[in-house]
């Protein structure tokens, strides 16, 4: 049984490196699952019992190794492809049987074209399928690695030297249940964190818009001041000379030649 151990741990170590596709190492973690994979397929009651019987030892049959020998018959061979009504793609052999026996013509073109075809098809389908089953293990595989494990804190006493040591429940509980406050002490120091962050873009953020309004009331302009309007005293109807205008501005004085002043008479001015 040691020669299907081995090939079933082969097969076992071929078939991960060829799913993962190079993504994945093999690490000594690795190795367990894929030898008691091996081991699990080999060591079998029915394994054992069935290597007995195949090599004719018990019980004692000389025509098992005989009929190994033993060419098979035509009619066998069409029981046996008449067994499944429908071909995936792995049978391609039996595809391209059943269109040489189906189609009269093998030598046209288009017969050669159809077996090319199928081939083709059928070659890769098991590709895809091989590819898509490879990936999705080695995500599952690749999830598995990136979670980190971290000891309880069991609280060892100071007298301990090493050595094999058997925690009740009760001190797992009292590990689990501290790690837990840890946790949540953690939690609450990150949520003040990002409490007092908050703040102090809120006040980052008001301190920019009170500086705008600033700005914007200085370089708004100042308004002008109202102007005075001129009081003017009206005289009453009936007669004949108008009364003088308050805030009139005096007469504007024009000069000579050689720069004296001339006062213009009232008619003028």
């Known amino acids: 049984l040691f020669k299907p151990l081995l090939l079933a741990y082969l097969k076992a170590l ?39 019987k195949a090599t004719g030892i018990w019980p004692r049959n000389a025509e098992v190794i005989l009929q190994k020998y033993r060419p098979s018959t035509p009619v066998e061979q069409d029981s046996r492809e008449s067994s499944t009504s429908v071909l995936s793609g792995k049978d391609w052999l039996k595809i391209e049987t059943l269109v040489r026996n189906t189609v009269r013509e093998e030598g046209s073109r288009e017969v050669q074209k159809l077996k090319r075809s199928l081939h083709h098809i059928s070659v890769q389908n098991d590709i895809l399928h091989a590819e898509v089953q490879g990936l999705t293990k080695a995500l599952q595989v690749k999830k598995k690695q990136q979670k980190k494990s971290k000891p309880l804190d069991l609280q060892q006493r100071r007298e301990y030297h090493g050595g094999a040591v058997f925690w009740s429940p009760r001190k797992l509980r009292e590990a689990r249940v501290r790690e837990s406050v840890v946790d949540k002490e953690k939690e609450k120091v990150e949520l003040k964190k990002a409490r007092k962050k908050a703040e102090i873009t809120s006040a980052k953020l008001r301190n920019l818009q009170e500086k705008k309004e600033r700005e914007r009331k200085v370089s708004k302009p100042a308004a002008a001041p109202k102007q005075k309007k001129k009081q003017r005293v009206v005289v009453a109807e009936g007669r004949g000379d108008r009364g003088d205008e308050i805030g009139r501005d005096p007469a504007p004085t024009t000069t000579t030649r050689r720069g004296r002043n001339i006062k213009l008479p009232a008619k003028f001015q």
């Open 14 to 52: 071929t078939t991960y490196l060829h799913e993962a596709q190079g993504l994945l190492l093999v690490k000594k973690g690795d190795f367990f699952p894929l030898f008691w994979e091996a081991w699990t397929i080999s060591f079998k009651k029915k394994t054992i019992l069935k290597s007995f």
